[in-house]
Nanobody, 118 residues
């Protein structure tokens, strides 16, 4: 199970941090990722960090503004978002899986709304 927290309503240019906590053991063996979903759209990949944390990949639109991290000792992963833009407004999800396609992820957090006002 993945439980998310963070998110909310912010102004353009502000920062937010999303947290995702996994229950159970073996978190350090899972590849995790962040996705987001716009109304009426499919979930799209945002960022992923490898199990060791050494490999990171971001979608182009967030590169340089978002930072994905994880703390295996706390069974947690984070998405630090800075320089938020109105187009970042979406529901954000953490998920367990691999790759860039949502269909390759089997466990999802409940989602958290991020709204950026201008």
């Amino acid at each position: 199970q993945l439980v998310q927290s963070g998110g909310g309503l912010v102004q353009a240019g502000d920062s937010l941090r999303l947290t995702c906590v996994a229950s159970g053991s073996s978190f350090n063996t899972y590849r995790m990722a962040w996705f987001r979903q716009y109304p009426g759209k499919e979930r799209e990949f945002v960022a992923t960090r490898s199990r060791s944390g050494s490999s990171i990949y971001y979608t182009e639109s967030v590169r340089g503004r978002f930072t994905a991290s994880r703390d295996n000792a706390k069974n947690s992963m984070y998405l630090q978002m800075t320089g938020l833009k109105s187009e970042d407004t979406a529901v954000y999800y953490c998920a367990r899986g691999n790759g860039l396609e949502a269909a390759k992820y089997d466990i999802w957090g409940q989602g958290t709304q991020v709204t950026v006002s201008t």
